[in-house]
């Protein structure tokens, strides 16, 4: 499923496959009163081992660290694996790094710098906890923040998610984004499609969480 939460927001630019660098970001180890999440680092490699790949782990994903890599190179696309949620509170709402918490705000300022600086990240997939669910306020969550400050577009779930299942649906949705003759959207439908076939993770609960929220080319 891809929602355009505005069609003015929505870059009809297909993402350039051979020019695919990603920055991928994640706590495998429990921080801050959250738990750990062990398909994270598995998750991790996996990617790095579908394209050209800066990888932030555990004590290397602090604050600062995310910000030098994202000012220092222009990744089209960025991966964050941790705990993050969207709330009526600015305080609960954010994205865990192993040493603070980047709330929206913060990630709101980063996007926009990048599209300023003509550097527009194309993908920001927030493999996470509830990052698409939104309330009253803002309907489509952190995902939705990412988008309306200059994120192309944005993979964010909508329930709290399987560490294990969206370890592989995360797997897939990148080995098939390196294909150039399929879309955003359509490797996100090909990766639940392959999560479904597991007997393990048959259930929606598994697979159907993930929404991709902006240009879905």
């Not at 910000?67 to 694996?81: C, D, E, K, R, S």
């Not at 954010?94 to 980047?102: A, K």
């Not at 990240?121 to 923040?145: H, Y």
């Not at 370890?167 to 392959?194: C, D, G, N, P, W």
Request: hydrophobic share 45%.
């Amino acid at each position: 499923m891809a929602l355009a939460p505005g069609l003015q927001l929505v870059d009809p630019k297909p993402l350039a496959r051979e020019e695919l660098n990603i920055l991928t970001a994640g706590l495998s180890e429990a921080r801050q009163g959250f738990l750990a999440l062990p398909g994270v680092e598995l998750e991790l490699k996996r990617i790095q081992a579908s394209a050209p790949t800066e990888v932030l782990l555990n004590e290397s994903f602090t604050d600062a660290n995310f910000q030098t890599a994202i000012n220092g190179f222009p990744f089209p696309v960025v991966h964050l694996a941790t705990h993050g949620e969207f709330g009526s509170a600015a305080a609960d709402t954010f994205v865990l790094t192993w040493d603070d918490r980047i709330n929206a705000k913060e990630l709101e300022d980063l996007l926009r710098r990048e599209i300023e600086d003509d550097r527009a990240i194309e993908l920001l997939v927030l493999s996470a906890c509830q990052t698409a669910a939104g309330d009253k306020r803002a309907a489509l969550g952190l995902a939705g923040v990412a988008v309306r400050a200059g994120a192309r577009s944005t993979v964010g779930s909508l329930w709290l998610v399987s560490d294990e299942a969206t370890s592989l649906l995360m797997t897939r949705f990148y080995q098939e984004l390196v294909k150039t003759e399929i879309t955003k959207a359509e490797a996100l439908r090909r990766a639940q499609e392959s999560v479904l076939q597991d007997e393990r993770f048959s259930h929606p609960y598994f697979w159907s969480a993930f929404i991709l929220v902006g240009n879905w080319l």
